[in-house]
Structure formats: structure tokens, C-alpha cells
């Protein structure tokens, strides 16, 4: 059972569509993060949330943490085919020491 | 080049060789986490060292792994008589502090294919 659950899966979409990404957990996160993976590269950092409710905007990227630091979303505006990628979210579990726990991924591909 | 360091970038070897993956972390970072992804898969944590310690080694497997991270030199991840399904990329991350905030700063990885 994974601890976090990301949706969907794989993405292929149309430059300037918009999308969202989504990140589920059932337990309390203190924070979490965004990485975005390019093939043959390591993860690189996007954002980090840590209040419940808090909204980041990076460019078109706007993040959001949910409520209960629970869940996260990704949401993508007008998107380009810079932005195809592995999308990942990890979080560090409340009282969970230092370990960070990645979710499943999200494939996109923006095609032209 | 002040990123995390990670040789070799690629690794071939045998069922039953050994192979040594090895980490620099940035300048200044005391912090190193190594990490397992299959193909097309999230990453999975295996161990978390700081300068000559182990910190956190629940995702390791208890036979043929281990790591270190000297007080000189690179941190190490080690696997002994691999084994076709130790094939994957390996990631080394560090950090300047405990990463309780999550920010790791992740090097390009080492891809190990087992024969």
C-alpha cells in the first residue's frame, strides 16, 4: 500500500491546456514537496507547503496543501512542452523523523 | 560543479558481483539520503547517514546492503552478490540540516543493471 497516492497516473495533453495533478494520503504530512524528474536526471525540487491551506504560486505552477495536510494538488496553467516530465510529490510524515516518503508519480507529456 | 556528485552513472555487473555506488553531497551538506526508483515508478528511501552514522536504515534491506558515510570521502551505498532484481537507478540526496522541511537536493543517480 503506498502512503501516498498520485492521480492520474500518466497525462498526455495539448500545449495550453490547463491540468491538475493530484497527491492523497490518509496521514498527516508536516510538510510536503514537488519534485519534478526529467529522464536520466535526478528529482529537482518545485515547491514546499507546510500550513494547511497554504497556496504557492511558482509561474503557471500553483500548489496548494490541503486542509488537513493530508493531500496536495498541482495545477498547471496553459501548459508547454518544457513542462512534460516525471511530476512527484513527497512529504515527511508528523513525528515521522527525517524520512521522506515519495508518491507514485505522475507521467506528463505535453505534446505541440 | 557544487551538486550532489554520484559515480558511476552507469553500472553493469554479474549475479553475484558486488557493486559500490558512491555519493558526494553538495558542499557544506552533512545529511546524505540514498534512494531506490524502478522504471516508471516513485522513489522508495533506503537509508539516511549523517557524518559517520546511520540514522535511519528502515528502508534498507537487512541482507547484501549496506551503506556508510565516512568522516573522509564520499558516502557509500554497497550491494554484495546482486541479484537481477537489484537492477535500478539509485539517487543520493543531501541535505545541510535534518530534512524534516522535506528539501533534499538530489544528484543524477547511478543505474545498475544486474546480467
Known amino acids: 500500500t503506498q502512503l501516498l497516492e498520485q492521480s492520474p497516473q500518466f497525462l498526455s495533453i495539448q500545449e495550453g491546456e490547463n491540468l491538475t495533478v493530484y497527491c492523497n494520503s490518509s496521514s498527516v504530512f508536516s510538510s510536503l514537496q514537488w519534485y519534478r524528474q526529467e529522464p536520466g536526471e535526478g528529482p529537482v525540487l518545485l515547491v514546499t507547503?507546510?500550513?494547511?491551506?497554504e497556496v504557492k504560486k511558482l509561474k503557471r505552477l500553483t500548489f496548494q496543501f490541503g486542509d488537513a495536510r493530508k493531500d496536495s494538488s498541482l495545477h498547471i496553467t496553459a501548459a508547454q512542452p518544457g513542462d512534460t516530465g516525471l511530476y512527484l510529490c513527497a512529504g515527511v510524515l508528523t513525528g515521522g523523523g527525517n524520512k521522506l516518503t515519495f508518491g507514485t508519480g505522475t507521467q506528463l507529456k505535453v505534446e505541440l | 560543479n557544487a551538486g550532489v556528485m554520484q559515480n558511476p552513472r552507469h553500472l553493469v555487473r554479474r549475479r553475484g558481483q558486488e557493486a559500490r555506488l558512491r555519493c558526494s553531497p553538495m558542499?557544506?551538506?552533512?545529511?546524505v539520503y540514498w534512494y531506490r526508483q524502478l522504471p516508471e515508478e516513485g522513489l522508495k528511501f533506503m537509508v539516511y547517514?549523517?557524518?559517520?552514522?546511520?540514522?535511519?536504515e528502515s528502508g534498507m534491506p537487512k541482507e547484501r546492503f549496506s551503506a556508510e558515510f565516512p568522516k573522509e570521502g564520499p558516502s557509500i551505498l554497497r550491494i554484495q552478490q546482486v541479484v537481477r532484481g537489484d537492477s535500478a537507478a539509485y539517487f543520493c540526496?543531501?541535505?545541510?540540516?535534518?530534512?524534516?522541511?522535506?528539501?533534499?537536493?538530489f544528484g543524477e543517480g547511478s543505474r545498475l543493471t544486474v546480467l
Open positions: 547517514l549523517q557524518k559517520e552514522n546511520i540514522i535511519d
Open positions: 558542499k557544506g551538506h552533512s545529511h
Open positions: 540526496a543531501s541535505s545541510p540540516r535534518t530534512a524534516n522541511t522535506g528539501e533534499l537536493f
Open positions: 507547503v507546510v500550513t494547511g491551506g
